[in-house]
């Protein structure tokens, strides 16, 4: 079977999207790590799948699998990659869309200077918690960006135990469906550094709904200002946030990298 693929990055975060909107999605779980794979397929943190809506006054449906193949609720940076793809396929002429997702509908819109914003709806903060982890007691933020994260604080995200520690809070026990691991380093008021350890991914080079939690964190505890600049391996984000019920919103880059077509092996 053949299967025409794009691959497209937002701030280093990588994707193949896949255009679904005229033949059902029918991969497996297997099939889609092989697609991931940076040696044996196409390589990316995530594959992303445009179909036609399910919701009433949705333009697109939007699904995200992980690396893993592992289906999640929402990713920031693959959202914005997402508009940018709809557009320079001619599926749609609409600068601002209402996309459906397994975490709520999302707002992005094609901003004028080529960048794409995103309302990513209103974050759940549900305050500090400390957890043991290899025999260490970790203080995280749990917020929820339509997914789950558990953001902390640490003086150098360089030296950040991110690689060793994320994968154990990824699936700490506290998590029943796993969560993504963020490691914070506040500059000033209105810039931070950020490494995220994505569950079902690894650490990537940028994590848009991780870069909100962050910030969401960050003001719930009176340590940043919107807006906040968030800086990752990957590129910089923009995230504004006005506190309480209000919705979170995200701008930053999207970029087509190349087409291309895949020989996918049934299983």
């Not at 779980?29 to 995530?46: M, P, T």
């Not at 700490?172 to 209105?190: E, K, W």
């Not at 350890?197 to 080079?205: I, K, N, Y």
Request: charged share 25%.
């Amino acid at each position: 079977m053949k299967l025409a693929f794009t691959k497209m990055q937002g701030a280093g975060n990588d994707f193949v999207m896949l255009d679904c909107t005229a033949q059902p999605f029918s991969l497996g779980r297997e099939q889609l790590r092989r697609i991931a794979d940076r040696h044996l397929g196409v390589g990316c943190d995530q594959i992303l799948v445009v179909e036609r809506p399910q919701a009433a006054g949705a333009d697109f449906r939007y699904r995200i699998f992980n690396a893993d193949g592992g289906e999640v609720e929402q990713c920031g940076n693959g959202a914005r990659c997402f508009v940018r793809f709809v557009h320079d396929r001619g599926l749609t002429r609409k600068r601002e869309l209402t996309v459906e997702t397994l975490g709520g509908l999302i707002r992005p819109r094609l901003e004028d200077d080529g960048e794409v914003s995103v309302d990513m709806g209103r974050p759940v903060y549900s305050g500090v918690e400390t957890l043991e982890v290899a025999s260490e007691r970790v203080s995280v933020a749990i917020v929820s960006m339509g997914n789950p994260h558990a953001v902390q604080l640490v003086p150098d995200v360089a030296r950040a135990p991110v690689t060793t520690q994320g994968p154990l809070i990824e699936r700490h026990a506290r998590f029943a469906h796993g969560v993504n691991a963020g490691y914070m380093q506040v500059r000033d008021a209105h810039r931070i550094s950020l490494r995220v350890w994505e569950r079902g991914a690894g650490e990537t080079l940028s994590c848009g709904t991780g870069a909100c939690a962050a910030v969401v964190a960050g003001i719930s505890q009176h340590r940043l200002a919107s807006p906040v600049r968030v800086e990752t391996h990957g590129g910089a984000l923009t995230i504004a946030w006005a506190g309480g019920d209000n919705a979170v919103l995200m701008k930053g880059p999207a970029e087509t990298v190349f087409d291309g077509t895949l020989e996918i092996k049934e299983l």
